[in-house]
């Protein structure tokens, strides 16, 4: 039980990896690639159920992942998301929300009992870069709150929040350099009192090196200080009002940007935790590993199938003994998306996925 909690996050991880994945494409240039759906796809509808015998038939709606529900994505003709809907494990409705693209949401209907529930909907400015307001609503379109964002120069100079009788109850407001970088960060107790202040500092290639928090009364609480290798964060340190490390985070990668190791030190519980991990020679993990105050915790391993899909995940402990295994097995369309994904843990057949997909 030492480190179930390890492996409690080790799970996690496990089951978030093609999320993981995802994230690794959020720079291109439509919806498509960061679904990693090939071919101009105009729906996906996705399904999970419990597998009930060695037939592969499906039982009840039932997910790897606890929290994630069936889904309908609709994508435009560009490729950029403009639907989706999540369905309980009834059937029913349980959430839409309308994009103009993933990262542009418009609207989010929540359902309760099927019934349409809580709306929250966002305004965007001409240009569909900024959100200037983020509103709730009950189903007898009473407000619940919203927050208004307003913009200079195309960069956000202040956000102020509202009650259900739409007085302000409590604001931010931001600072920049010429740069653009964010400088100071004002945290209103109400809309006329600074309650908390932040500050930032920036080197001369305009990464963040420094972070101050301060009290009402301009006392420091904290400070957060950050150096890099190229790119990528080197080190985070935290540091209390005494100038004490309460925390810090340092990392090396190799030579592909990819991190090898990350070492953590919290001085609450003067713990150590290293993280470590390996690559193919196509960049995918190949192991992560789990180092708590210099005796090994937990290990996990990673195969992929011959598309470059997850195909199966093992977990030891620190002693080498296996405690967890999955074999994700897939079938694909022509296009190259799957269609089918069978999940077997600890090699029996436990979930089986599938996806319907259309195209234009």
């Known amino acids: ?148 964002m307003r913009y200079e120069k195309g960069l956000l100079a202040e956000k102020t929040s509202y009650n259900q009788v739409d007085n302000p109850i409590d604001r931010i407001t931001y600072e920049y350099d010429k740069k653009g970088n964010l400088l100071v960060e004002n945290l209103y107790l109400g809309t006329e009192y600074i309650q908390v202040k932040n500050a930032y500092q920036y080197d001369y290639k305009n990464r963040k090196k420094a972070e101050k928090r301060y009290d009402k009364d301009g006392n420091i609480l904290y400070t957060t200080r950050y150096e890099y290798d190229g790119d990528k964060l080197a080190l985070k340190e935290v540091t209390n009002k005494d100038g004490e490390v309460e925390y810090s985070e340092k990392s090396v990668y190799d030579k592909n940007g990819n991190l090898l190791t990350k070492t953590s030190y919290d001085n609450f519980d003067k713990s150590e935790t290293q993280e470590v991990y390996t690559y193919d020679d196509k960049g995918n993990k190949q192991t992560f590993a789990v180092v708590k105050n210099g005796e090994p915790a937990l290990k996990m391993s990673y195969n992929y199938d011959d598309k470059g899909s997850l195909g199966e995940t093992i977990i030891t402990d620190g002693a080498g003994n296996q405690i967890d295994s999955r074999k994700y097995v897939f079938k694909y369309d022509e296009k190259g998306n799957w269609t089918e994904k069978i999940i077997f843990i600890n090699e029996k057949p436990q979930f089986i996925e599938k996806r319907e997909i259309t195209y234009y």
């Open 1 to 148: 039980m030492k480190y179930s909690f390890i492996y409690a996050a080790l799970v996690l991880l496990l089951v978030s990896c093609n999320d993981e994945e995802k994230a690794k494409t959020e720079n291109k240039p439509t919806d498509w690639d960061f679904y990693e759906l090939k071919g101009e796809v105009k729906t996906v509808k996705h399904s999970s159920n419990e597998v009930l015998n060695v037939k592969m038939e499906p039982g009840q709606t039932r997910h790897e992942n606890p929290a994630e529900h069936n889904n309908e994505l609709h994508f435009n003709e560009e490729g950029m998301l403009v639907l989706e809907k999540k369905t309980n494990s009834s059937g029913g409705p349980f959430e839409q929300i309308k994009y103009n693209g993933r990262e542009h949401k418009t609207e989010i209907i929540q359902f309760v009992n099927n019934a349409p529930g809580i709306k929250t909907e966002f305004a965007w400015d001409e240009t569909g870069k900024h959100n200037t307001q983020i509103a709730r609503r009950n189903p007898d379109n009473s407000q619940i709150d919203r927050k208004v």
